[in-house]
């Protein structure tokens, strides 16, 4: 599949052909780099709203440079960041103190006061739950990139192997081999997909790293890993 930078030979064509193709170029260029710009934005933007309500306005970083450098009140100045530092600042102090002893116990109280509230703890305990599973600092991460023969036999999909099955699914199954958690993304959107428990030799693990093999699921096969080095005829 040719993309905008393939060279190709020279050719005859109107100007406005030419104009076409210049421009399909920098847009492949411009559209990942103006995106990702302006997704940072946005997310420091939005944290900056969230954080900085909550700082006296005396000690806002616009009214402070309006300050030093004697700029009039009325001025409009975006100091966007200074929200993300202090909540970098305020997590970072919170998860020092919940380390503590002192900590842990007010923890553990203000944990046992939700758990006896009705409607609040179902909410808390789904969200403390995703977010230990999400931000966890422990080995809970994809180990490998794998093909699994699904949906039927003789078609190959991409999974992530998780861990090796236990507990009840491990006795239930009745496999000797031993059972094998594969996550199996859908395309375009990997956060989905489905939980498969696969025999451990019908599991082929692949030498790509999981990042790879996470960008050829995203982008439904169009960028391959090593792709360089397999267009390149074997010697």
Request: proline fraction near 6%; charge should be neutral; hydrophobic fraction near 45%.
């Amino acid at each position: 599949m040719n993309t905008p930078f393939d060279e190709e030979p020279r050719r005859k064509g109107s100007l406005l052909g030419r104009l076409r193709a210049s421009f399909l170029t920098g847009l492949v260029v411009i559209a990942p780099v103006g995106l990702t710009i302006w997704l940072i934005w946005t997310v420091v933007g939005w944290i900056d709203g969230m954080v900085l309500p909550f700082v006296p306005r005396a000690y806002h970083p616009d009214r402070m440079i309006q300050d030093f450098f004697g700029f009039a009140r009325d001025s409009q100045i975006n100091v966007r960041g200074i929200g993300v530092i202090i909540f970098l600042v305020f997590t970072i102090i919170v998860g020092w103190m919940a380390k503590g002893l002192i900590g842990r116990s007010v923890l553990r109280f203000g944990e046992s006061l939700v758990e006896r509230t009705p409607v609040v703890r179902s909410i808390y305990s789904g969200i403390k739950q995703i977010s230990e599973t999400v931000f966890a600092q422990s080995e809970r991460s994809f180990e490998k990139a794998c093909l699994v023969e699904y949906p039927r036999r003789g078609i190959w999909a991409i999974g992530f192997v998780s861990t090796t099955a236990k507990g009840e699914i491990k006795n239930r199954a009745g496999n000797q081999n031993g059972l094998m958690s594969v996550f199996l993304p859908t395309t375009p959107n990997p956060t989905s997909g489905f939980l498969l428990f696969v025999p451990a030799e019908e599991v082929i693990e692949l030498d790509m790293s999981v990042e790879d093999a996470a960008k050829l699921v995203i982008s439904a096969g169009l960028v391959y890993p090593n792709s360089k080095d397999l267009s390149q005829p074997p010697e």
